[in-house]
C-alpha cells in the first residue's frame, strides 16, 4: 500500500491543497492521503490555533473517502518536523510505502528543513506544480529524489484567503462551504 503525507499549515485549507492531494493521489495510485496540520511550524507563526485548523482539514476531508485528517503533529510537543512526522508514520504504517507531498514553494527550500536528508531515506518526495515557483532553486540532492507532479494551476494560497476576510471579501469557491461556515461562525481571521 502506498501512504502519501501532506503536510502543512492549513491556515486555513483551501482548493489548491484538496487539488494537489486529489492529483497526488490518482497520478501515484496512493491509497489513501493523511492530511497531517503543523501544529507548531517551525518555520512560520499559524494565525488560527491547531485545533481550528485541524477542525477546517477534518471538514474538508471527511466526504472523501481517499482522504483522511491527521492529528499526528497535534498530539506531539514541541516545534512539528516533518521527520519526526514520517517516521512515527513508518512506525503507524508499516505495512505502506510513503509518499511525502509538498507544492513547489515548500520543495524547492526542503534543504533547510530539520534533518533535510533524511526525509529523503525516509519517504519518496512529491512535487507538486504550483504557479508562481518553481524547481530551479531546488538543491540537486533533492531534485534528484523529488518525484515532480504537473498538476493543474491553482493560485490560491492561505494567505490569500486571510486577506480576503480581513478586507471583507468571501473566499466561496476558494474553501470548500463547510470551512467557508467554520471561518464564519467562529469569526476567523477577520
Ligand atoms: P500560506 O499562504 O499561509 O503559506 P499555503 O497556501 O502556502 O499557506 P500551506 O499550509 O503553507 O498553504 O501549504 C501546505 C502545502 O500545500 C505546501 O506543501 C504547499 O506548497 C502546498 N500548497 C498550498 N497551496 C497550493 C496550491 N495552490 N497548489 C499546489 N500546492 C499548494
Ligand atoms: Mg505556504
Request: charged share 25%; aromatic share 10%.
Given at each position: 500500500?502506498?501512504?502519501?503525507?501532506f503536510?502543512?499549515?492549513?491556515?486555513?485549507?483551501?482548493?489548491?491543497?484538496?487539488?494537489?492531494?486529489?492529483?497526488?493521489?490518482?497520478?501515484?495510485?496512493?491509497?489513501?492521503?493523511?492530511?497531517?496540520?503543523?501544529?507548531?511550524?517551525?518555520?512560520?507563526?499559524?494565525?488560527?490555533?491547531?485545533?481550528?485548523?485541524?477542525?477546517?482539514?477534518?471538514?474538508?476531508?471527511?466526504?472523501?473517502?481517499r482522504?483522511?485528517?491527521?492529528?499526528?503533529?497535534?498530539d506531539?510537543?514541541?516545534?512539528?518536523?516533518?521527520?519526526?512526522?514520517l517516521?512515527?508514520?513508518?512506525k503507524?504504517?508499516?505495512?505502506?510505502?510513503?509518499?511525502?507531498?509538498?507544492?513547489?514553494?515548500?520543495?524547492?527550500?526542503?534543504?533547510?528543513?530539520?534533518?533535510?536528508?533524511?526525509?529523503?531515506?525516509?519517504?519518496?518526495l512529491?512535487?507538486a506544480?504550483?504557479?508562481?515557483?518553481?524547481?530551479?532553486?531546488?538543491?540537486?540532492?533533492?531534485?534528484e529524489?523529488t518525484?515532480?507532479?504537473?498538476?493543474?494551476?491553482?493560485?490560491?494560497?492561505?494567505?490569500?484567503v486571510?486577506?480576503?476576510?480581513?478586507?471583507?471579501?468571501?473566499v466561496?469557491?476558494?474553501?470548500?462551504?463547510?470551512?467557508?461556515?467554520?471561518?464564519?461562525?467562529?469569526a476567523?481571521y477577520?
Open positions: 500500500m502506498r501512504l502519501g503525507i503536510g502543512g499549515s492549513f491556515d486555513p485549507i483551501h482548493l489548491g491543497h484538496l487539488l494537489a492531494a486529489s492529483e497526488a493521489y490518482e497520478l501515484l495510485s496512493l491509497s489513501r492521503v493523511l492530511f497531517v496540520t503543523a501544529a507548531r511550524p517551525p518555520h512560520k507563526m499559524p494565525e488560527a490555533d491547531a485545533e481550528a485548523r485541524h477542525q477546517m482539514v477534518l471538514l474538508a476531508t471527511q466526504d472523501d473517502e482522504f483522511e485528517a491527521s492529528r499526528l503533529e497535534l506531539r510537543e514541541g516545534p512539528s518536523y516533518t521527520v519526526d512526522t517516521r512515527q508514520a513508518g503507524l504504517y508499516p505495512e505502506h510505502e510513503l509518499f511525502f507531498i509538498t507544492g513547489a514553494d515548500a520543495y524547492a527550500d526542503l534543504d533547510s528543513w530539520y534533518q533535510a536528508e533524511e526525509l529523503s531515506r525516509l519517504a519518496t512529491v512535487g506544480s504550483r504557479p508562481g515557483y518553481d524547481i530551479s532553486r531546488m538543491h540537486p540532492f533533492f531534485r529524489r518525484v515532480l507532479l504537473k498538476i493543474p494551476a491553482c493560485e490560491v494560497s492561505s494567505t490569500q486571510r486577506e480576503r476576510i480581513k478586507a471583507g471579501r468571501t466561496r469557491y476558494l474553501v470548500v462551504p463547510k470551512v467557508e461556515e467554520y471561518l464564519a461562525k467562529h476567523l477577520r
